[in-house]
């Protein structure tokens, strides 16, 4: 990812923080919309709520918001002090104009994994619920849970607990193995239930 001997990140990876920073402006522009309740997310896209009542702030884009803002001055902090004390708006239009020169920066290496950090949290944000696999059940309140196909962790939106992915799915993974070889290993200690057979008295005025 970088030269080991002087820290510095390598070809590829300025390219990919010169495409992550260029794209900034745009990104925050949505995530400010989604945060707003200005759009709703469909499997489709981005498409205006025009005619739906308003809705309470999404949070989760607004920490983002504030993430973005953060990063950004501590990335122009490193260029001029003054500039880590800009809003946000001038921050995004600075991060552009020294497109070249921040992936030069020293702490370049740190940074470009705080923004991929950032970039991931803003795919989970944009992507519908509607794209979201299935991982088993929440290990404290057996909610159906569901994630996205990038997502490390999963926190329970009923009771709030949070578990790894990779261990909720292999968890349900073996509970579903075991459900089914219950009848499969042993066939022959499965008894077959006959039921109850009505038997006619011989009573029966019938």
């Known amino acids: 990812m970088h030269d080991s001997s002087e820290r510095r990140l390598c070809r590829e990876c300025r390219h990919t ?45 607004l920490n983002l918001i504030d993430r973005i803002h953060a990063q950004c001055c501590v990335v122009l902090g490193q260029i001029d ?12 239009r600075l991060m552009v104009q020294n497109v070249k020169k921040i992936p030069q920066l020293p702490a370049a290496v740190y940074d470009l994994k705080e923004w991929q950090a950032i970039e991931r949290d803003y795919d989970t944000l944009t992507t519908p619920d ?10 404290k309140c057996n909610m159906p849970a569901a994630a996205h196909t990038w997502d490390r962790t999963y926190t329970c939106s009923k009771c709030g607990c949070s578990s790894i992915v990779a261990d909720m799915v292999t968890k349900a993974k073996k509970a ?13 200690k499965v008894k077959k239930n006959p039921g109850h057979i009505y038997k006619p008295s011989n009573n029966s005025q019938c």
């Not at 260029?22 to 005619?51: D, E, N, W």
């Not at 002090?81 to 995004?92: C, E, I, S, W």
């Open 17 to 61: 923080y010169a495409k992550i920073i260029r794209a900034l402006p745009a990104q925050t522009t949505i995530v400010r919309q989604i945060a707003y309740k200005q759009v709703r997310l469909t499997h489709l896209g981005h498409t205006p709520s025009r005619g739906i009542p308003p809705m309470p702030l999404n949070t989760r884009a």
């Open 176 to 188: 579903l193995k075991n459900n089914r070889g219950g009848l499969e290993t042993n066939p022959k």
């Open 81 to 92: 002090a003054r500039y880590a004390q800009l809003p946000l708006n001038p921050v995004l």
């Open 130 to 139: 509607e794209i979201k696999h299935p991982i088993g059940v929440c290990p």
